[in-house]
């Protein structure tokens, strides 16, 4: 079985994919990195697919004919990642709020035997950088909101710095998953609570973009609210 994947979603992200892939691909030799590109018309597909030789048998390009959301091109990578044996599944953004240096870190609770570890903004204080003060109060209050409904243990449930053991992917029936936006990380943590794997949060502190434009708009936003009712109450009717 292979070990590490990093899932990189991509829609416009030339100006940081490159970067981001030598770094992660620089720490440790076992890494493989999967850029799942929704046909971006700034080029990022292509400039991947010119790195592909460079990083033979370690970094795989897939392209998916539009732009769909975050959440399908990440069911996209880990039915990939499942077909192809890799034992840690990381999933993290191209433009550098997540950092690469935290990965190893992450991955050493996977292999003392966390599930689940969470790249958290909010379990050591608030760790955010160069975020206005809305959209820290917006994460915030999501964050409450999602605790109060679900119950689920997690201070920072919408982080999308996560890391998976497979099994957690294996037992999660990926066809299932019904939000493909903001409650798409909701949902996958919340999904791997209620089957019974452990989570845990690692503190990373999180730097707002510099290159390239947020994908957050007010739809995501309103998956988010409805989605965290409706997965309550989908609960409530599996008991």
């Not at 994460?139 to 099994?167: C, H, I, M, N, Q």
């Amino acid at each position: 079985m292979k070990n590490t994947l990093i899932v990189i979603p991509t829609y416009n992200e030339v100006d940081n994919i490159k970067a981001i892939i030598c770094e992660l691909l620089a720490i440790d030799e076992s890494y493989h990195v999967v850029v799942v590109d929704d046909s971006s018309p700034d080029g990022t597909g292509s400039l991947v697919d010119g790195l592909i030789p460079q990083y033979s048998g370690r970094l795989f390009l897939e392209s998916r004919p539009k732009k769909e959301g975050l959440g399908l091109a990440y069911l996209h990578a880990f039915r990939w990642a499942l077909k192809h044996n890799y034992k840690f599944i990381f999933e993290m953004d191209a433009d550098f709020s997540h950092n690469p240096q935290d990965v190893p870190k992450m991955e050493a609770e996977l292999k003392k035997g966390t599930d689940v570890v969470i790249g958290s903004r909010y379990i050591d204080g608030i760790n955010v950088v160069n975020w206005p003060l809305g959209r820290i109060l917006l994460s915030l209050s999501a964050s409450y909101y999602v605790k109060f409904f679900t119950g689920l243990p997690v201070k920072d449930p919408t982080a999308g710095f996560v890391g998976y053991r497979v099994e957690v992917l294996e037992a999660i029936d990926l066809d299932s998953v019904r939000f493909v936006g903001y409650a798409f990380q909701i949902e996958l943590k919340y999904k791997a609570w209620k089957k019974g794997f452990n989570l845990k949060e690692h503190s990373i502190i999180f730097l707002n973009r510099i290159k390239g434009q947020s994908k957050m708009n007010g739809s995501i936003i309103w998956e988010a609210i409805y989605g965290v009712v409706y997965l309550r109450i989908q609960s409530l009717f599996k008991r």
